[in-house]
C-alpha cells in the first residue's frame, strides 16, 4: 500500500526539490515558471496600487521559490514576503538560501501546519494581505483539511484582502501530468506503470508520493467563486498548451 505523505516525507524530498522545480532544464517547466510568476507578480502590483503596507504569504513556501521571486521583481519596501513551511529541511534551505541574498530582508519563513484550525492566531493580522499557495500544493493536503486550508487562506488575507491558488490543470490530467512529472523525476524519484490515475486524476508512486489534481469546477467550489482562473499556457510544438491556472479570490 502506498504510504501516505507526511512531514517527514517532505523532509525526503527537500534536498532535491529545486532540482526538480526552480532549477529543473526542462523548457516546459522553465516556461510553466515564468509564467506563474509573471501572472503573480502582475497581481500583486496591481494590489498594492490599492492597498499599502501588507504582506505577502506564501503558504507551503518549500524552498522559497515564489516568496524569492516575488520580492526581487516587486522590490517594494512597504511589502513583507512571509513563506509558511512545515517541513524542517525546506525551511533550512530556504533560510539557507536567504541569508545569502544581500539587499533583501523583508523575507522570512516560518514553521507551521497550514490545516491548523487556530493557525490565524500566529499572525499579526493586515486587513489587506496577498495569501497565495503554488505549484499545485492544494493537492498534496489530505481531503478531509482542504476546506480548512482555504479557510485559513481567506482568513489570514484579511477582509481586503486576495487569495491565490496556482494548480495543475487538472480538466487536461491525460495530457498534462505525463509532461510535468516526467521532467521532475530527481524530486519524485519513480514512475510506476500505475502511477497516473486519470480516473481520479492522481498522481502517486510507490515511494508514497501523491498529488490530486483539480478540475476549474473543483477549485472555484472550494473557493466559493466563480470566476475563470488566468491560465499558464506553455507552448507545445506550435500549440499553447494549458498547464496550470491561477485562481484569484478577492476575500471583500
Ligand atoms: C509542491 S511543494 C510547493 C513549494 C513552493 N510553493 C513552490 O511553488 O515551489 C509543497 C510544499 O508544501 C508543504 N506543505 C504540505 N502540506 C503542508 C502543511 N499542512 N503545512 C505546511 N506546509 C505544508 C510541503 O512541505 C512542501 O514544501
Known sequence: MAKIMNNKSWD??????????EDNQSPLVINYLKEEIEILKNLCEKHSRLNKNFSVIDMGAGTGRVVFALDEKLRDDSIDFLGIENSDLMLKYANQKNKLRSGFSKTSFLKHDLTDTNLSQNFDLKNANVVMCTYNTLGVVPSDKRQSFIDNMKIIAGKNGMVILTMFNGDDFGF??????????????KIDDDSFDEENRVFHNSLGFRSQWFTKNEI?????STLDPLPINVIIGDTPKTFGNVFVHNVA
Open 176 to 189: 498534462v501530468a505525463p509532461k510535468m512529472y516526467h521532467s521532475m523525476i530527481p524530486m519524485i524519484k
Open 220 to 224: 472555484n467550489s472550494l473557493l466559493d
Open 12 to 21: 525526503d524530498l527537500a534536498a532535491d526539490y529545486d532540482k526538480s522545480v
